[in-house]
């Protein structure tokens, strides 16, 4: 099992950055692919951007390319989503999640997840 935390959203304008954090707990950390996803109300939960076990290889929505970038810190076992430039559409409940397969954009292939944190951008 791998219990994940995420952490770090809130309230910002359009046009401000926000770090989103997320800490994990249980088995191996650096054994997982991480990604981020968010969802809003009445949508599906969408793929943000993932990185692999390594951080060396990452991946992000055509969406938030540019703007975010995902790292990862396997002595803290932390991943953080860092998001610049935001837009009032990043407003969403982010979550964080953990992959034994390969650093993926399938929200399948994803096997725990956070709780999800809320951030919302105003215009």
């Known amino acids: 099992q791998v219990q994940l935390v995420e952490s770090g959203g809130g309230l910002v304008q359009a046009g401000g950055s926000l770090r989103l954090s997320c800490g994990a707990s249980g088995r191996t950390f650096s054994d997982y692919a991480m990604g981020w996803f968010r969802q809003t109300p009445g949508k599906e939960r969408e793929f943000v951007a993932s990185?692999?076990?390594?951080?060396?290889?990452?991946y992000f929505a055509d969406s938030v390319k540019g703007r975010f970038t995902i790292s990862r810190d396997n002595a803290k076992n932390t991943v953080y989503l860092q998001m610049n430039s935001l837009k009032p559409e990043d407003t969403a409940v982010y979550y964080c999640?953990?992959?034994?397969?390969?650093?993926?954009?399938?929200?399948?292939?994803?096997?725990?997840w956070g709780q999800g944190t809320q951030v919302t951008v105003s215009s």
């Open positions: 990185i692999s076990w390594s951080g060396r290889n990452t």
């Open positions: 999640a953990a992959s034994a397969a390969a650093y993926s954009r399938t929200l399948d292939e994803y096997g725990y």
